[in-house]
């Protein structure tokens, strides 16, 4: 893998609610050391604001988004629960942030993807075009 | 389900390997569509931010915070791209998701409201609530 890019990550945040299990002591003191680690990535650049996601919400799919569906479930381990966005170069630095999140301690996981510039088919599409070029010199 | 909010709505694409089966000339279409659906729904002020994301990557989880690699390419969940989209209903965030020219090949969208605090923020407001009842 590129360890290299200019246009950061994101962190995927997967959870099956676990927070719902935490007394209401543990949960504050969460959410203390959440903010605690959120601003101080904020005030060294690091990362940009980032959005939770409700916990419901729709599946479309087929032709013309004919199929609708409740989802994700709330339950599942991979549903994605919100999303922030690093302003880092490298994925290790990513993935160093990400294992400093406070709330792994206590289950989910956080999925580390470099951001595309350009979309993934644009360059396929170019890569065959050069193929083409070639195949005709 | 609550079909108006304020803070907007996510569109997640999943699949990130349904191109695989294209011709050059069908993903050329599809990519001229996908840029075309985007840029009309941002001049419309409907799309705020939109992304690819690279293929690759790593999962961190764990008390442990064990990395792993992931997502599997050839995983239809696994997520491509996400719109994010200022609209005040439901059913207008699931129309715009109902346009996405990649459905056709396969491609699923996940239409979910953006929260207005973390959850555990609303979590926790929640245990006050039945404390003081």
Request: hydrophobic share 35%; with cysteine.
């Amino acid at each position: 893998m590129n360890t290299q890019n200019q246009n950061g990550y994101m962190l995927l945040y997967r959870t099956d609610e676990w927070y719902n299990r935490l007394s209401h002591e543990e949960l504050q003191k969460l959410i203390g050391q959440n903010q605690a680690w959120f601003e101080r990535l904020t005030a060294q650049g690091k990362a940009k604001p980032g959005r939770a996601l409700e916990r419901r919400g729709v599946i479309v799919s087929g032709r013309n988004g004919r199929f609708v569906t409740d989802g994700p479930f709330a339950e599942s381990k991979e549903a994605i629960g919100g999303y922030l966005v690093l302003d880092v170069e490298t994925i290790e630095e990513a993935i160093a942030i990400a294992q400093s999140s406070p709330g792994l301690a206590y289950g989910g996981s956080i999925e580390v993807r470099p951001m595309a510039d350009e979309c993934p088919l644009d360059v396929r599409a170019r890569e065959l075009a050069r193929e083409e070029q070639l195949a005709t010199v | 389900m609550n079909t108006q909010n304020q803070n907007g709505y996510m569109l997640l694409f999943r699949g990130n390997d349904w191109t695989r089966s294209l011709s050059p000339e069908e993903k050329q279409k599809v990519t001229d569509q996908w840029m075309a659906w985007f840029r009309r729904l941002t001049d419309q002020g409907k799309a705020i931010a939109g992304n690819p994301l690279e293929p690759e990557g790593k999962i961190v989880s764990g008390k442990n915070r064990v990395v792993s690699d992931g997502p599997f390419a050839e995983s239809k969940e696994a997520i491509g791209g996400y719109f994010l989209l200022d609209v005040a209903s439901f059913d207008d965030a699931l129309a715009i998701a109902q346009e996405c020219p990649g459905l056709p090949y396969g491609v699923q969208v996940e239409v979910r409201p953006v929260a207005a605090e973390c959850p555990l923020a609303s979590e926790l407001k929640h245990e006050a609530q039945f404390a003081n009842a």
